[in-house]
């Protein structure tokens, strides 16, 4: 019978997170299956990990990962998962806002045969405005972008086999686009309704910046899911662009001053200064693309670190 590892990275949350590790723990107790519940303590400042380790004493199957400042969700994710040993992990939120008793449906759909199960979450409350539009809109260009048709690329309320975890590399605040990460190593995905609930106690760590963040995530994902390989083709096509625009229009001024409809070609020189700008900048792109493909090598090769730092795990 496989193992199940639920990760919950938190900060801040000393008002929940008692009844979260009690929930959760009665859940997972109920299936009668082997478990372990991950609390990632994400730097916080109240006494979150202080409840948490009095929690210890009650749930044994309690592991609280402890990092040594504030690094993120998506870090906090990572060392939740590199900390996991179940064959299942699934992940969530750490303010109440996910319903444990529905992690039955999220291994359900495990046991059919998936390796990643997504919430989508139903019947949102979050502000209009600085949430659900930004959402809607990041959600829409991410279909567009990876080909996947989820609704809901955001939700933290997933489940993964834990084979597609060790394939997924997770930096950044890239845990909102983890399904187009596990569509690019192949994962078998599906998408299933979740309740979201009103946050009851403490406070959202969301703010109107991380909207911006969003966005800027989304432009680096579409170089990541699509040129990480091979950066040479992003560039090498901007160099196209820009030194072939500047090269065609430098022709056109010296075919006509050949066949005499110029007088001169310094007569155009506002028009031959833009050609030439173009095609340095068409040089420059090439020389980029060039350096990006020897880095992407490097990377591919050496890359071995990790983008959190643990102060101490409490539990085996």
Not at 56 to 61: A, D, V
Not at 87 to 94: A, L, Q, R, S
Not at 101 to 106: A, M, S, V, Y
Not at 279 to 285: D, E, K, T
């Amino acid at each position: 019978m496989s193992k199940i590892s639920v990760v919950i990275p938190v900060c801040n949350e000393e008002g929940v997170v008692a009844e979260l590790a009690q929930r959760v723990a009665k859940v997972l107790r109920d299936l009668k299956r082997p478990f372990e519940v991950i609390f990632v303590d994400d730097g916080s400042s109240d006494r979150t990990l202080t409840i948490l380790l009095s929690e210890k004493q009650k749930i044994p199957e309690l592991k609280i990962v402890e990092l040594s400042r504030n690094f993120g969700q998506t870090a906090a994710l990572a060392a939740g998962m590199d900390a996991s040993c179940g064959e299942v992990v699934i992940t969530m939120d750490g303010d109440l806002q996910h319903d444990p008793q529905e992690i039955p449906k999220f291994l359900e759909k495990i046991e059919q045969g998936y390796d990643l199960v997504s919430g989508r979450r139903e019947g949102r409350k979050d502000n209009l405005l600085l949430r659900r539009i930004p959402s809607k809109a990041a959600n829409t260009m991410m279909r567009w972008l990876s080909n996947i048709s989820f609704e809901d690329f955001g939700s933290t309320y997933k489940a993964y086999r834990s084979e597609v975890l060790k394939k997924l590399e997770l930096f950044g605040e890239l845990h909102r686009f983890i399904p187009a990460l596990a569509g690019r190593v192949g994962a078998r995905m599906v998408e299933i309704p979740v309740t979201v609930a009103p946050r009851v106690r403490g406070k959202s760590h969301y703010s109107l910046l991380r909207i911006f963040g969003v966005f800027e995530d989304l432009i680096f994902l579409v170089f990541y899911l699509r040129s990480l390989t091979r950066p040479i083709r992003a560039f090498g096509g901007l160099f196209f662009i820009f030194f072939g625009s500047g090269f065609v229009i430098s022709a056109v001024l010296m075919l006509l001053w050949f066949l005499g409809v110029i007088a001169a070609v310094s007569q155009h020189a506002a028009l031959l200064l833009f050609s030439v700008f173009l095609m340095v900048i068409g040089v420059q792109f090439l020389g980029i693309g060039v350096l990006a493909e020897i880095l992407s090598r490097i990377y591919h090769h050496t890359s071995k670190t990790r983008i959190y730092s643990i102060r101490k795990i409490h539990g085996s």
